[in-house]
């Protein structure tokens, strides 16, 4: 078995401009309604077209019943008039991909601060951000299709019986695609709603930075953000002039820090007179110019070959039934694991104690934002102590113990490597995407003929690659995980170990808020 691949990362990295991305199916939830005709012929359309979907009532729908889908598709012509509130919550806490049907998601993207498809089709091309793009499939189909990161509007008129052959094709083509953009978000948007008046302190926020043009710099240039002078040299100039920047209170040098390390992912926002960070580009850590159609999605290199071994292994441990896991709870040590899939929420409670003398950070509770990609809570105490995060764990759960079950999501970049098989065993680089996590390490696969991992190589093809053994495996419901992997060629037995997995627990209300552990010490 090879284990050097020098060049497995460049390869990995330029896969997005591969013309062809074989697919596995999608899991599609359409909100739609159980007597709507309309609904019905859609449902026998996705069907036709390999794509069966779940009807969730858009009465009852909302994201503890759409989280787990791949990409929902949304039929709700009546919107505006049937739910005054988002359906969906916040933007900011909506991950799902979805499609939006018709001239509904106007009624979204104005609840959400965002431009409407019309409004993007009226944006000259210099204006729109990174995230914005029309869609054009092969075909004659006259829909008009767009999308700002994982939403998606599919502008069709009439019913879904008077729609082309290529109108369906396209309305398939873009529920796929859709699936595959798990990491990326709408950046431009509004400050307020649009065609309402700006607050005060908007205005004076805008005429501050109109200020600007009295020494003949136009706020509106990267230089002017990166190599500013007064009235920019001013902290306080530069918060009226980033979105989400280190704050008000941060010195002139730690905000030329902050911003060196920013530059080249840094939009303007014309709708919201503010430069923004793109955070797509700020995850993989490349320029936001470089990101633009296709390069903007997840799931690359998905080959036919490719899918078939991923296949394989997805079978052996457990097919697809990681979709019916909503809750989970397990024990990492002393550290208690509680996880709320549709809620988007994962906890730790550590009840471990410090020794004395040692110097590890003593902490209880850390809490983790999976849709929001936001921690809730960190652990550690008050300052000075350093502060603990539970994306770590979250991290460690996904890429050891789920993810054979994970390989065909369609966000999951699956690269076969044949010059790396050996008789018995094939080579497959793996890399999944999931918001909360950032850009994870490519990850080598070695499986064997029956599907089973051999072993997995982190970081393959660079001087940090480890490579892991799975020790045990545990059934758990319909899935078979691995629960215990050990690091070959450690100085020290070095390895990582989940007990008593639990499927579907009733949890503990109170995940994202409680700042004392909600559970019981480990038992003895």
């Not at 911003?259 to 430069?275: A, C, N, Q």
Request: aromatic share 6%.
């Amino acid at each position: 078995m090879k284990t050097a691949l020098p060049h497995l990362v460049l390869a990995c990295l330029v896969v997005p401009a591969a013309p062809a991305i074989a697919q596995a199916r999608p899991s599609v939830a359409l909100v739609g309604s159980l007597h709507d005709d309309n609904t019905e012929r859609l449902t026998v359309l996705l069907r036709e077209r390999g794509l069966p979907p779940r009807l969730v009532q858009r009465i009852v729908c909302g994201p503890l019943a759409l989280r787990l889908a791949d990409v929902v598709v949304v039929d709700w012509p009546d919107v505006a008039r049937d739910a005054g509130a988002l359906p969906f919550g916040e933007l900011e806490r909506w991950n799902v991909p979805t499609v939006f049907l018709g001239d509904c998601g106007a009624h979204f993207a104005r609840g959400w601060l965002l431009p409407t498809a019309a409004e993007i089709a009226q944006m000259p091309p210099d204006v729109r951000g990174p995230e914005m793009e029309a869609i054009q499939w092969p075909g004659d189909s006259k829909v008009a299709i767009w999308r700002q990161g994982h939403l998606f509007y599919f502008a069709s008129s009439g019913a879904a019986e008077t729609w082309s052959a290529a109108d369906r094709d396209a309305l398939a083509r873009t529920i796929a695609f859709a699936a595959r953009c798990v990491t990326d978000r709408p950046i431009v948007r509004y400050a307020v709603a649009s065609g309402e008046p700006l607050p005060g302190p908007e205005v004076e926020r805008r005429r501050r930075l109109d200020a600007g043009a009295d020494l003949q710099r136009d706020v509106r240039q990267l230089d002017t953000l990166v190599t500013p002078p007064t009235p920019f040299d001013g902290p306080a100039m530069l918060n009226d002039l980033v979105a989400d920047g280190p704050g008000p209170d941060t010195s002139v040098n730690n905000w030329r820090s902050w911003l060196r390390g920013r530059s080249d992912k840094m939009v303007w926002d014309e709708l919201s007179y503010v430069w923004r960070v793109d955070p797509l580009a700020q995850a993989r850590g490349v320029p936001s110019r470089s990101l633009r159609g296709e390069a903007r999605a997840d799931g690359a290199g998905r080959t036919p070959d490719a899918l078939a071994l991923a296949g394989k292994v997805v079978q052996r441990y457990g097919g697809r039934g990681f979709g019916d896991l909503t809750t989970f709870a397990c024990w990492i040590g002393e550290v208690r694991v509680l996880w709320d899939r549709s809620a988007g929420l994962f906890r730790l409670e550590n009840h471990g104690v410090v020794p004395p003398g040692n110097r590890a950070t003593q902490w209880e509770v850390a809490v983790l934002d999976t849709a929001a990609d936001r921690d809730v809570i960190w652990g550690g105490g008050p300052e000075p102590r350093p502060r603990v995060s539970a994306r770590g764990r979250f991290l460690d759960l996904l890429t050891r113990v789920f993810l054979p079950v994970m390989l065909l999501d369609p966000g999951t970049t699956l690269i076969r490597r044949p010059e790396a098989d050996s008789a018995e065993q094939q080579a497959l680089v793996v890399q999944i995407a999931h918001r909360a996590l950032g850009p994870t390490e490519l990850q080598l696969m070695v499986v064997a003929s029956t599907g089973e991992i051999a072993s997995v190589i982190e970081r393959a093809g660079t001087p940090r690659a480890q490579a892991w053994q799975i020790v045990a495996t545990t059934p758990f419901g319909p899935l078979l995980l691995p629960t215990e992997w050990r690091l070959d060629g450690a100085r020290r037995p070095t390895g990582f170990r989940i007990d008593d997995p639990a499927w579907n627990p009733e949890l503990p209300s109170g995940l994202d808020s409680a700042t004392e552990r909600l559970t019981q010490p480990r038992p003895r």
